[in-house]
Protein backbone atom coordinates (compact mmCIF):
# COMPACT_ATOMS: atom_id res chain seq x y z
CA UNK A 1 0.00 0.00 0.00
CA UNK A 2 1.50 3.62 -0.92
CA UNK A 3 2.00 5.30 1.89
CA UNK A 4 -0.21 8.68 1.75
CA UNK A 5 2.07 12.17 1.37
CA UNK A 6 2.04 14.32 4.70
CA UNK A 7 0.78 17.53 3.33
CA UNK A 8 -2.58 18.67 1.31
CA UNK A 9 -1.30 21.34 -1.43
CA UNK A 10 -4.79 22.62 -3.36
CA UNK A 11 -4.95 25.09 -5.71
CA UNK A 12 -4.57 28.57 -3.19
CA UNK A 13 -3.54 28.40 0.16
CA UNK A 14 -3.54 25.61 2.72
CA UNK A 15 -6.57 25.44 4.50
CA UNK A 16 -6.32 27.53 7.91
CA UNK A 17 -6.31 25.79 11.14
CA UNK A 18 -9.35 28.46 11.81
CA UNK A 19 -11.17 26.19 9.60
CA UNK A 20 -13.30 26.93 6.83
CA UNK A 21 -16.32 24.69 7.97
CA UNK A 22 -16.71 27.41 9.99
CA UNK A 23 -18.56 29.31 7.64
CA UNK A 24 -21.46 26.43 8.10
CA UNK A 25 -21.70 28.24 11.79
CA UNK A 26 -21.98 26.48 15.12
CA UNK A 27 -23.98 23.19 15.06
CA UNK A 28 -27.17 22.36 16.84
CA UNK A 29 -27.34 20.43 19.69
CA UNK A 30 -23.80 19.91 20.78
CA UNK A 31 -23.59 23.55 21.04
CA UNK A 32 -26.53 24.22 23.08
CA UNK A 33 -24.88 22.08 26.14
CA UNK A 34 -21.57 23.98 25.36
CA UNK A 35 -23.50 27.24 26.14
CA UNK A 36 -24.19 25.31 29.61
CA UNK A 37 -20.75 24.58 29.76
CA UNK A 38 -19.58 27.90 29.62
CA UNK A 39 -22.26 29.67 31.87
CA UNK A 40 -21.36 26.71 34.60
CA UNK A 41 -17.46 28.15 33.64
CA UNK A 42 -18.08 31.72 34.29
CA UNK A 43 -19.71 30.87 37.51
CA UNK A 44 -16.74 29.22 38.91
CA UNK A 45 -14.56 31.77 37.53
CA UNK A 46 -16.94 34.34 39.59
CA UNK A 47 -16.95 31.99 42.49
CA UNK A 48 -13.05 32.24 43.26
CA UNK A 49 -10.74 29.94 44.33
CA UNK A 50 -7.65 29.95 46.44
CA UNK A 51 -5.39 33.35 46.65
CA UNK A 52 -1.73 32.62 44.61
CA UNK A 53 0.96 34.45 44.63
CA UNK A 54 1.94 34.61 41.15
CA UNK A 55 5.44 33.49 40.04
CA UNK A 56 7.35 34.47 36.98
CA UNK A 57 8.93 31.59 34.76
CA UNK A 58 9.67 31.29 31.27
CA UNK A 59 6.72 30.84 28.87
CA UNK A 60 8.92 28.07 27.44
CA UNK A 61 9.50 27.21 30.95
CA UNK A 62 13.47 26.76 29.44
CA UNK A 63 16.33 28.81 30.42
CA UNK A 64 16.66 32.01 32.06
CA UNK A 65 14.09 34.48 33.62
CA UNK A 66 13.11 35.26 30.19
CA UNK A 67 12.40 38.89 29.46
CA UNK A 68 10.14 41.89 31.28
CA UNK A 69 7.39 40.71 28.85
CA UNK A 70 7.12 36.99 30.54
CA UNK A 71 4.25 34.14 30.69
CA UNK A 72 2.04 36.51 32.81
CA UNK A 73 1.27 38.61 29.77
CA UNK A 74 0.89 36.14 27.03
CA UNK A 75 -2.30 35.88 25.53
CA UNK A 76 -1.42 34.10 22.58
CA UNK A 77 0.52 31.46 24.71
CA UNK A 78 0.28 28.04 25.45
CA UNK A 79 3.10 28.14 28.34
CA UNK A 80 1.12 25.58 31.05
CA UNK A 81 -0.38 28.60 32.96
CA UNK A 82 -1.77 27.05 36.65
CA UNK A 83 -3.18 28.61 39.98
CA UNK A 84 0.38 29.29 40.86
CA UNK A 85 2.29 31.12 38.15
CA UNK A 86 -0.49 33.19 36.47
CA UNK A 87 -2.90 36.02 38.44
CA UNK A 88 -6.06 34.50 39.57
CA UNK A 89 -9.32 36.57 39.62
CA UNK A 90 -9.56 34.50 42.88
CA UNK A 91 -7.16 37.25 44.42
CA UNK A 92 -9.75 40.09 44.51
CA UNK A 93 -12.05 38.36 46.87
CA UNK A 94 -9.71 37.83 49.89
CA UNK A 95 -10.59 35.07 52.61
CA UNK A 96 -14.04 34.66 50.09
CA UNK A 97 -11.70 33.23 47.31
CA UNK A 98 -11.80 29.95 48.28
CA UNK A 99 -15.37 28.63 49.34
CA UNK A 100 -15.02 26.20 51.94
CA UNK A 101 -11.27 25.78 51.75
CA UNK A 102 -11.67 23.05 48.88
CA UNK A 103 -8.26 24.55 46.77
CA UNK A 104 -6.19 24.77 49.43
CA UNK A 105 -6.94 21.86 50.80
CA UNK A 106 -6.47 19.71 47.12
CA UNK A 107 -3.19 22.19 46.76
CA UNK A 108 -1.81 20.69 49.97
CA UNK A 109 -2.22 17.41 48.62
CA UNK A 110 -0.49 18.15 45.22
CA UNK A 111 -3.37 18.73 43.37
CA UNK A 112 -3.87 21.68 41.44
CA UNK A 113 -6.13 23.39 38.71
CA UNK A 114 -7.12 26.25 36.82
CA UNK A 115 -9.50 27.93 34.61
CA UNK A 116 -9.04 30.70 31.72
CA UNK A 117 -12.05 31.91 29.47
CA UNK A 118 -11.18 34.14 26.55
CA UNK A 119 -13.68 35.51 24.37
CA UNK A 120 -13.29 38.26 21.45
CA UNK A 121 -14.64 40.28 18.72
CA UNK A 122 -12.95 40.72 15.52
CA UNK A 123 -13.91 42.40 12.84
CA UNK A 124 -12.37 43.43 8.95
CA UNK A 125 -13.84 46.51 7.19
CA UNK A 126 -11.86 45.92 4.33
CA UNK A 127 -10.36 43.15 2.55
CA UNK A 128 -10.72 39.56 2.44
CA UNK A 129 -12.71 37.65 0.71
CA UNK A 130 -15.96 39.06 2.44
CA UNK A 131 -16.20 42.18 5.09
CA UNK A 132 -17.80 41.29 8.65
CA UNK A 133 -17.77 40.84 12.57
CA UNK A 134 -17.39 37.60 14.25
CA UNK A 135 -17.48 36.56 17.95
CA UNK A 136 -14.98 33.58 19.32
CA UNK A 137 -14.23 32.20 22.82
CA UNK A 138 -12.01 29.53 24.24
CA UNK A 139 -12.29 28.25 28.17
CA UNK A 140 -9.23 25.94 28.91
CA UNK A 141 -8.71 24.26 31.82
CA UNK A 142 -5.41 23.07 32.99
CA UNK A 143 -4.42 20.28 36.04
CA UNK A 144 -1.44 19.22 37.89
CA UNK A 145 -1.45 16.20 39.86
CA UNK A 146 2.54 16.04 42.02
CA UNK A 147 2.72 12.63 42.69
CA UNK A 148 5.39 13.30 45.23
CA UNK A 149 3.31 15.05 47.65
CA UNK A 150 0.32 12.97 47.01
CA UNK A 151 1.95 9.35 46.62
CA UNK A 152 5.31 9.66 47.60
CA UNK A 153 7.15 9.59 44.19
CA UNK A 154 9.48 12.49 43.65
CA UNK A 155 10.15 14.25 40.80
CA UNK A 156 6.56 11.98 39.34
CA UNK A 157 3.93 14.39 37.83
CA UNK A 158 0.81 14.17 35.86
CA UNK A 159 -0.48 16.94 33.37
CA UNK A 160 -3.80 17.41 31.77
CA UNK A 161 -5.54 19.81 29.55
CA UNK A 162 -8.77 20.68 27.33
CA UNK A 163 -10.47 23.64 26.05
CA UNK A 164 -14.01 24.13 24.38
CA UNK A 165 -14.11 26.70 21.37
CA UNK A 166 -16.79 28.19 19.99
CA UNK A 167 -17.74 30.92 17.75
CA UNK A 168 -16.54 31.44 14.31
CA UNK A 169 -13.50 32.60 13.48
CA UNK A 170 -12.19 35.66 11.26
CA UNK A 171 -9.55 34.00 9.53
CA UNK A 172 -11.56 30.56 8.47
CA UNK A 173 -14.76 32.77 7.21
CA UNK A 174 -13.51 36.20 6.10
CA UNK A 175 -9.69 36.34 5.74
CA UNK A 176 -8.45 32.78 4.37
CA UNK A 177 -5.24 34.26 5.42
CA UNK A 178 -2.36 31.90 6.30
CA UNK A 179 -1.55 33.17 9.40
CA UNK A 180 -4.80 33.31 11.37
CA UNK A 181 -5.53 36.50 13.23
CA UNK A 182 -6.41 34.61 16.61
CA UNK A 183 -4.51 32.27 18.75
CA UNK A 184 -7.74 30.61 19.70
CA UNK A 185 -9.45 30.41 16.22
CA UNK A 186 -10.53 26.67 16.08
CA UNK A 187 -13.22 24.70 15.28
CA UNK A 188 -16.28 24.87 17.70
CA UNK A 189 -15.45 21.48 20.02
CA UNK A 190 -14.78 20.02 23.35
CA UNK A 191 -10.94 18.64 23.05
CA UNK A 192 -8.73 16.97 25.37
CA UNK A 193 -5.64 18.39 24.77
CA UNK A 194 -2.48 17.20 26.34
CA UNK A 195 -2.33 14.53 28.77
CA UNK A 196 1.51 13.18 30.18
CA UNK A 197 3.66 12.11 32.73
CA UNK A 198 6.67 14.29 33.82
CA UNK A 199 9.86 12.86 35.93
CA UNK A 200 12.48 15.13 36.91
CA UNK A 201 16.08 13.82 37.60
CA UNK A 202 18.77 15.31 38.79
CA UNK A 203 17.35 17.78 41.57
CA UNK A 204 15.54 19.13 38.43
CA UNK A 205 18.27 19.15 35.74
CA UNK A 206 16.88 16.92 34.09
CA UNK A 207 13.12 15.99 32.83
CA UNK A 208 11.40 13.56 30.61
CA UNK A 209 7.83 13.90 29.15
CA UNK A 210 5.78 10.84 27.65
CA UNK A 211 2.53 11.45 26.39
CA UNK A 212 -0.24 13.20 24.58
CA UNK A 213 2.23 16.67 23.72
CA UNK A 214 2.43 19.78 22.18
CA UNK A 215 5.51 21.54 20.38
CA UNK A 216 3.93 25.24 20.52
CA UNK A 217 4.65 24.60 24.48
CA UNK A 218 8.33 24.64 24.35
CA UNK A 219 9.89 25.04 20.74
CA UNK A 220 10.73 27.98 18.68
CA UNK A 221 8.78 30.07 21.28
CA UNK A 222 9.11 33.97 22.31
CA UNK A 223 8.27 34.96 25.58
CA UNK A 224 7.64 38.27 23.91
CA UNK A 225 6.01 37.55 21.04
CA UNK A 226 3.42 36.06 23.19
CA UNK A 227 2.03 39.41 23.89
CA UNK A 228 0.51 39.55 20.29
CA UNK A 229 -3.07 38.17 19.45
CA UNK A 230 -2.04 36.60 15.83
CA UNK A 231 -1.22 33.27 15.59
CA UNK A 232 1.83 33.16 13.90
CA UNK A 233 3.02 35.01 17.14
CA UNK A 234 2.64 32.04 18.77
CA UNK A 235 3.39 29.03 16.56
CA UNK A 236 4.94 30.42 13.97
CA UNK A 237 2.98 30.11 10.53
CA UNK A 238 6.27 28.54 8.32
CA UNK A 239 5.71 25.20 10.60
CA UNK A 240 2.04 25.49 11.29
CA UNK A 241 1.83 25.41 7.00
CA UNK A 242 4.43 23.29 6.46
CA UNK A 243 3.98 20.49 9.12
CA UNK A 244 0.95 17.60 8.49
CA UNK A 245 -2.75 18.84 9.81
CA UNK A 246 -0.30 21.60 11.29
CA UNK A 247 2.07 20.24 13.08
CA UNK A 248 1.54 19.54 17.18
CA UNK A 249 0.36 22.80 18.20
CA UNK A 250 -3.12 24.22 18.96
CA UNK A 251 -5.62 23.13 18.51
CA UNK A 252 -3.81 19.18 18.35
CA UNK A 253 -1.81 18.00 20.53
CA UNK A 254 -0.15 14.50 19.37
CA UNK A 255 1.45 11.47 21.34
CA UNK A 256 5.37 12.36 21.80
CA UNK A 257 8.55 11.85 24.25
CA UNK A 258 10.39 15.30 25.64
CA UNK A 259 13.29 15.51 27.04
CA UNK A 260 15.09 18.57 28.83
CA UNK A 261 18.29 19.27 30.71
CA UNK A 262 19.19 22.38 32.02
CA UNK A 263 22.85 21.82 33.59
CA UNK A 264 22.87 25.56 34.78
CA UNK A 265 20.72 28.65 34.54
CA UNK A 266 22.13 29.70 31.73
CA UNK A 267 21.75 26.42 29.46
CA UNK A 268 18.93 24.19 28.56
CA UNK A 269 19.03 21.60 25.60
CA UNK A 270 15.01 20.11 24.09
CA UNK A 271 15.01 17.00 22.33
CA UNK A 272 11.52 15.41 21.55
CA UNK A 273 10.40 13.05 19.01
CA UNK A 274 6.43 13.33 17.83
CA UNK A 275 4.19 10.94 16.45
CA UNK A 276 4.64 13.08 12.54
CA UNK A 277 0.56 13.63 11.43
CA UNK A 278 -1.66 14.56 14.75
CA UNK A 279 -4.84 14.12 12.75
CA UNK A 280 -3.56 11.70 10.27
CA UNK A 281 -3.39 12.21 6.55
CA UNK A 282 -6.82 13.54 4.51
CA UNK A 283 -8.33 11.04 2.31
CA UNK A 284 -10.55 12.23 0.12
CA UNK A 285 -13.82 11.03 -0.23
CA UNK A 286 -13.29 9.53 4.07
CA UNK A 287 -12.48 12.07 5.62
CA UNK A 288 -12.41 16.12 5.91
CA UNK A 289 -9.96 18.22 4.22
CA UNK A 290 -10.13 19.87 7.92
CA UNK A 291 -7.49 18.70 10.42
CA UNK A 292 -8.93 19.65 13.60
CA UNK A 293 -12.23 17.97 12.47
CA UNK A 294 -10.47 14.35 11.78
CA UNK A 295 -9.57 14.47 15.60
CA UNK A 296 -12.05 16.72 16.84
CA UNK A 297 -11.99 15.82 20.73
CA UNK A 298 -8.32 15.42 20.69
CA UNK A 299 -8.49 11.52 20.81
CA UNK A 300 -7.34 9.85 18.53
CA UNK A 301 -3.61 9.18 19.61
CA UNK A 302 -1.92 8.38 16.17
CA UNK A 303 0.93 6.25 16.92
CA UNK A 304 1.88 5.07 13.22
CA UNK A 305 2.76 7.96 11.36
CA UNK A 306 6.57 9.33 10.30
CA UNK A 307 7.66 10.69 13.28
CA UNK A 308 8.69 14.44 13.52
CA UNK A 309 11.87 15.34 15.71
CA UNK A 310 12.32 18.50 17.02
CA UNK A 311 15.96 19.87 18.74
CA UNK A 312 16.18 23.41 20.44
CA UNK A 313 19.32 24.98 22.30
CA UNK A 314 19.08 27.57 24.86
CA UNK A 315 21.23 30.48 25.94
CA UNK A 316 20.06 32.83 28.55
CA UNK A 317 22.31 35.85 29.80
CA UNK A 318 21.38 38.57 31.89
CA UNK A 319 18.82 37.33 34.65
CA UNK A 320 21.20 35.74 37.53
CA UNK A 321 19.76 38.48 39.82
CA UNK A 322 15.93 39.04 40.76
CA UNK A 323 14.96 42.67 39.32
CA UNK A 324 18.44 43.25 38.27
CA UNK A 325 20.54 43.55 34.69
CA UNK A 326 18.58 42.89 31.04
CA UNK A 327 17.84 39.27 30.70
CA UNK A 328 17.25 38.09 27.29
CA UNK A 329 17.48 34.60 25.66
CA UNK A 330 19.05 33.29 22.64
CA UNK A 331 17.57 29.70 20.96
CA UNK A 332 18.75 27.69 17.84
CA UNK A 333 16.64 24.52 16.43
CA UNK A 334 16.43 21.80 14.02
CA UNK A 335 13.67 20.16 12.73
CA UNK A 336 13.09 16.88 10.29
CA UNK A 337 10.29 15.01 9.44
CA UNK A 338 10.43 11.52 7.99
CA UNK A 339 7.26 11.57 6.16
CA UNK A 340 6.74 12.09 2.57
CA UNK A 341 5.98 15.73 0.99
CA UNK A 342 4.34 17.21 -2.25
CA UNK A 343 7.56 17.52 -4.95
CA UNK A 344 7.12 21.19 -5.92
CA UNK A 345 9.44 20.52 -8.36
CA UNK A 346 7.44 18.66 -10.68
CA UNK A 347 3.78 20.08 -11.63
CA UNK A 348 0.86 18.13 -10.77
CA UNK A 349 -2.37 18.08 -10.18
CA UNK A 350 -2.98 20.83 -12.96
CA UNK A 351 -0.13 22.75 -12.21
CA UNK A 352 0.02 22.21 -8.50
CA UNK A 353 1.17 20.06 -6.13
CA UNK A 354 -1.08 17.97 -3.77
CA UNK A 355 -1.15 15.23 -1.84
CA UNK A 356 -3.12 12.82 -3.56
CA UNK A 357 -1.75 13.89 -6.91
CA UNK A 358 1.56 14.03 -8.11
CA UNK A 359 5.33 13.15 -7.14
CA UNK A 360 6.23 12.96 -3.62
CA UNK A 361 9.85 13.25 -1.53
CA UNK A 362 10.73 11.83 1.08
CA UNK A 363 11.72 13.92 4.28
CA UNK A 364 11.34 17.57 5.56
CA UNK A 365 14.03 19.56 7.35
CA UNK A 366 14.55 23.07 8.85
CA UNK A 367 16.24 25.37 11.07
CA UNK A 368 15.31 28.42 13.41
CA UNK A 369 16.76 31.26 15.49
CA UNK A 370 14.61 33.15 18.20
CA UNK A 371 15.99 35.98 20.16
CA UNK A 372 14.31 37.54 23.10
CA UNK A 373 16.07 40.79 24.94
CA UNK A 374 15.22 42.88 27.87
CA UNK A 375 16.56 46.55 26.22
CA UNK A 376 14.99 48.92 29.61
CA UNK A 377 13.63 47.60 33.01
CA UNK A 378 12.43 49.79 35.60
CA UNK A 379 14.79 50.58 38.40
CA UNK A 380 13.50 48.34 41.43
CA UNK A 381 11.43 46.39 39.45
CA UNK A 382 11.59 42.57 38.57
CA UNK A 383 9.19 42.68 35.28
CA UNK A 384 8.56 46.18 34.21
CA UNK A 385 10.21 47.43 31.06
CA UNK A 386 10.53 47.25 27.66
CA UNK A 387 11.52 43.71 25.53
CA UNK A 388 12.22 43.18 21.79
CA UNK A 389 11.85 39.84 19.82
CA UNK A 390 12.90 38.89 16.45
CA UNK A 391 12.59 34.99 15.25
CA UNK A 392 13.79 33.63 12.03
CA UNK A 393 13.08 30.37 9.77
CA UNK A 394 14.14 28.41 6.73
CA UNK A 395 12.95 25.18 5.22
CA UNK A 396 13.40 23.45 2.29
CA UNK A 397 11.59 24.93 -0.82
CA UNK A 398 11.55 22.29 -3.20
CA UNK A 399 8.60 20.16 -0.69
CA UNK A 400 7.18 23.29 1.64
CA UNK A 401 4.79 26.06 0.70
CA UNK A 402 6.72 28.33 2.90
CA UNK A 403 10.37 28.04 2.82
CA UNK A 404 11.04 31.30 4.63
CA UNK A 405 9.83 33.30 7.86
CA UNK A 406 10.75 36.03 9.94
CA UNK A 407 8.91 38.26 12.82
CA UNK A 408 10.13 40.60 15.40
CA UNK A 409 8.65 43.24 18.01
CA UNK A 410 9.11 45.72 20.87
CA UNK A 411 7.09 45.29 23.53
CA UNK A 412 6.72 47.56 27.06
CA UNK A 413 5.35 46.63 30.11
CA UNK A 414 4.53 48.73 32.91
CA UNK A 415 5.77 51.98 31.87
CA UNK A 416 3.82 54.46 34.14
CA UNK A 417 3.33 53.68 38.11
CA UNK A 418 -0.01 54.16 37.72
CA UNK A 419 -0.61 51.03 35.33
CA UNK A 420 2.05 48.65 36.38
CA UNK A 421 0.80 45.79 34.91
CA UNK A 422 -0.19 46.97 31.32
CA UNK A 423 1.51 46.19 28.74
CA UNK A 424 1.96 46.78 24.97
CA UNK A 425 3.63 46.47 21.49
CA UNK A 426 4.12 46.67 17.58
CA UNK A 427 4.73 43.20 15.82
CA UNK A 428 5.49 42.81 12.54
CA UNK A 429 5.53 38.88 10.44
CA UNK A 430 6.48 37.37 6.77
CA UNK A 431 6.58 34.04 5.53
CA UNK A 432 7.79 33.86 2.06
CA UNK A 433 5.71 30.85 -0.87
CA UNK A 434 8.61 28.80 -2.09
CA UNK A 435 9.64 30.00 -5.08
CA UNK A 436 9.36 26.31 -6.60
CA UNK A 437 5.24 27.29 -5.92
CA UNK A 438 5.43 29.99 -7.68
CA UNK A 439 6.84 28.26 -10.77
CA UNK A 440 3.85 25.95 -10.51
CA UNK A 441 1.51 28.70 -10.24
CA UNK A 442 2.69 30.55 -13.45
CA UNK A 443 2.84 26.71 -14.75
CA UNK A 444 -1.50 26.25 -14.08
CA UNK A 445 -1.88 29.56 -15.60
CA UNK A 446 -3.92 31.11 -12.94
CA UNK A 447 -3.72 34.85 -11.93
CA UNK A 448 -3.16 33.79 -8.39
CA UNK A 449 0.43 33.66 -8.07
CA UNK A 450 1.25 33.34 -4.42
CA UNK A 451 4.42 35.50 -3.50
CA UNK A 452 3.92 36.41 0.50
CA UNK A 453 2.16 37.30 3.19
CA UNK A 454 2.93 39.99 6.05
CA UNK A 455 1.01 41.27 9.16
CA UNK A 456 1.48 44.20 11.14
CA UNK A 457 0.12 43.76 14.76
CA UNK A 458 -0.82 46.69 17.10
CA UNK A 459 -2.27 45.72 20.71
CA UNK A 460 -2.88 46.76 23.94
CA UNK A 461 -3.28 44.70 26.85
CA UNK A 462 -5.30 46.50 30.34
CA UNK A 463 -5.30 44.51 33.47
CA UNK A 464 -8.87 45.63 35.00
CA UNK A 465 -7.90 43.77 38.15
CA UNK A 466 -5.94 40.49 38.89
CA UNK A 467 -6.97 37.81 36.71
CA UNK A 468 -9.01 39.66 34.41
CA UNK A 469 -7.60 41.94 31.09
CA UNK A 470 -8.93 43.58 28.63
CA UNK A 471 -7.07 43.72 25.03
CA UNK A 472 -7.67 46.00 21.63
CA UNK A 473 -5.96 44.99 18.98
CA UNK A 474 -5.05 46.06 15.48
CA UNK A 475 -3.79 44.34 12.50
CA UNK A 476 -3.15 45.13 9.09
CA UNK A 477 -3.14 41.77 6.78
CA UNK A 478 -0.58 42.10 3.64
CA UNK A 479 -1.20 39.81 0.83
CA UNK A 480 -3.60 37.76 2.61
CA UNK A 481 -3.34 33.79 1.37
CA UNK A 482 -0.12 35.08 0.21
CA UNK A 483 -2.34 36.17 -3.28
CA UNK A 484 -3.57 32.78 -3.33
CA UNK A 485 -6.89 33.46 -2.68
CA UNK A 486 -9.62 34.84 -5.55
CA UNK A 487 -12.48 38.08 -4.69
CA UNK A 488 -15.71 36.77 -5.30
CA UNK A 489 -16.12 39.35 -7.63
CA UNK A 490 -13.09 40.26 -9.78
CA UNK A 491 -11.22 36.59 -9.66
CA UNK A 492 -8.15 38.60 -8.78
CA UNK A 493 -6.76 38.22 -5.32
CA UNK A 494 -7.85 39.37 -2.24
CA UNK A 495 -7.25 42.88 -1.13
CA UNK A 496 -5.32 43.60 2.19
CA UNK A 497 -7.21 43.29 5.04
CA UNK A 498 -7.01 45.69 8.05
CA UNK A 499 -8.94 44.00 11.55
CA UNK A 500 -10.04 45.32 14.43
CA UNK A 501 -10.21 43.26 17.65
CA UNK A 502 -11.17 43.49 21.41
CA UNK A 503 -10.55 40.49 23.51
CA UNK A 504 -11.34 39.76 27.51
CA UNK A 505 -10.04 37.34 29.19
CA UNK A 506 -10.80 36.00 32.52
CA UNK A 507 -8.23 33.75 34.78
CA UNK A 508 -9.19 31.40 37.66
Known sequence: MTEPAQTTRPAGPR????????????????????????????????????????????????????????????????????????????????????????????KSRGITYAFTYAAEVLGNPTGGVKRGASYEGRLSGTLGIDLGTLAGLAGSSIHASFFETNGRGLSGNNLRDLFTVSGIEAFPSVTLYRVYLEQQLADGALSLRVGQLAADFEFF?????????????????????????????????????????????????????????????????????????????????????????????????????????????????????????PDNAVPAGGGQATASAGPTVRGDDGVYGTLDQTIYRVPGTPDRGIAVFARASSASGDRNLIDLYADAGIAFKGLFDARPDDAFGLAAAYGRIAPAVQRQDYAAGTPLIRDFQAVVELTYQLVAAKGVSIRPDFQYVIHPGAHGVADPSTGQPIRNAAVFGLRVSVHY
Open 221 to 341: ESDTANLFLDSTFGFPAILANDLPSGGPAFPLATPGVRVKYAPSASLTVLAAVYDGDPAGPFRPGVNSALPQVRDLNGTLFRLDDPPLLLGEVQFAHGGEREGAGRPGTLKVGYFHHFGLF
Open 15 to 106: PSLALREAERGVPDGPAASLTTLRCVAVAVLLAGTAQAAPQEQTASGGAGQGTVIGAENASNSTAPMTADNKPSIAENFGALGDPGGLRAFL
